[in-house]
């Protein structure tokens, strides 16, 4: 891959203390201010708006649609509560009986919670899904479930397999994005364990599940646990766990494979200076170092360990933590894929959890070609942000892309303001 584009964005830090902190930390020292570098949208960028489709949800943090349910988007609440936002028909509506409750064995501590959800792909057929949530001993679960036979509008609550249980040694970190790939493999994301600095050395510890994207094969249905691809690229090395997929990640809160290229964007959370965006291409066959702790973004971090003998993958694109918002913590996000903005098509849309920003990118051939900064033209008079404490994106089955406020229970869609 060729060296990305780096470009700071914003400048100066202030202090923190949101309710959930997506992988930051206090502060050590003040960055230094950089320059604000030019992001005024390219002529041809489109108008966009939010547009408010759900609201009095409690602590939002995730999105996703099942297959085979293009009206459906299924929204994760932190304490352990899947709800529906039914798309279809005159008027978009929350569904308030809840598709699933787990709250009785979910950790909401800090930043533990129901975290993720995948849908089978034959999920209308086999009625199968995936969660991801940190249980009453703040241990990660990946589980499998399934939908309820007689009312497919609620899971199966007896139905819970888990598949990956993960001694979690903090209460932060503890990733949350589990998607399928287009391969169709289920790649769940693990943050370093917490605290901070990575104390552990967790993101480096090839011995570790912590730090690092896993990619599993599940296509064994109820009753089978998750396999190991042979293709996996460390498969056969013995100093590595045969789960992983990537490494030296801080916390990979949320990721996404672009729906037409499949290439993977990675956002994963700085700890007091730089937030940054990976990019690797669909033809990646896995196994990049990403680099934390040793840098955090494309900076030396800890010049204390020893070097590690393979190639560092910096970000496609970093900004610096603090500016007029306070920008502290990257929420990854998705490329735009849907139909009903052209102009935004192909374009990478993330933002930041304590911030609020929204910003795009647009990469070609791995490279940084352009970068737009969206919070003007969606925050309007708001002096919070586009979207205040930003946990998530979430991509309906059209490809249409939706954004929520943690703190303010709300969820947003993104469309073109004509
Ligand atoms: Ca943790
Ligand atoms: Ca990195």
Known sequence: MAPPTIRPLALFSLCLTPALLLGGVALAQEPAPAEIVDQEPPVDFPKIKLTQVA?????????????????????????????????????????EQPFLNISKKVSTRSERGLLGLAFAADYVSS?????????????????????????????????????????????????????????GMLYLGLGDGGAANDPQNNGQKPGSLLGKILRLNVSGGVGSPYTVPEDNPFVGDNDFRPEIWSWGLRNPW?????????????????????????????????????????????????????????????????????????????T??????????????????????????????????????????????????????AVPSLASFAEDAGGELYVMSLSDGTVYRIDADR
């Not at 896995?286 to 040793?294: A, S």
């Not at 930041?352 to 003007?376: F, R």
Request: glycine share 12%.
């Open 55 to 95: 609201k009095g949800m409690t602590q939002p943090l995730y999105g996703t649609a099942a297959p085979g349910q293009p009206e459906r988007l299924y929204l994760l609440e932190k304490a352990g509560v899947i709800k529906v936002l039914e798309l279809g028909g005159p008027r978009i509506r929350l569904r």
């Open 332 to 385: 990854g996000g998705y490329v735009y894929r849907g139909s009903k903005i052209p102009g935004l098509h192909g374009w990478y849309v993330f933002g930041d959890y304590v911030s609020g920003q929204i910003w795009a990118l647009k990469q070609e051939n791995g490279e940084l070609i352009d970068e737009v900064d969206l919070t003007p033209m969606l925050a309007g008079k708001s002096d919070r942000g």
């Open 127 to 183: 009625g199968i899904f995936y969660i991801h949530y940190n249980n009453l001993e703040g241990d990660t679960i990946l589980a499998r479930m399934t939908v309820d036979p007689a009312d497919r509008l609620r899971a199966h609550s007896e139905s819970e397999e888990i598949l990956l249980q993960q001694k979690q040694p903090w209460a932060n970190h503890d990733g949350g994005e589990l998607c399928f790939g287009p391969d």
């Open 254 to 330: 949320r990721f996404s494979f672009d729906r037409e290229t499949g290439d993977l964007w990675i956002g994963d959370v700085g700890q007091n200076k730089w937030e940054e965006v990976n990019f690797a291409p669909a033809s990646s066959m896995g196994g990049e170092n990403y680099g934390w702790r040793v840098r955090e973004a494309a900076h030396l971090f800890n010049n204390k360990d020893p070097k590690p003998d393979v190639p560092l993958i910096d970000p496609i694109f970093e900004y610096r933590q603090g500016g007029p918002l306070n920008a502290r913590s990257v």
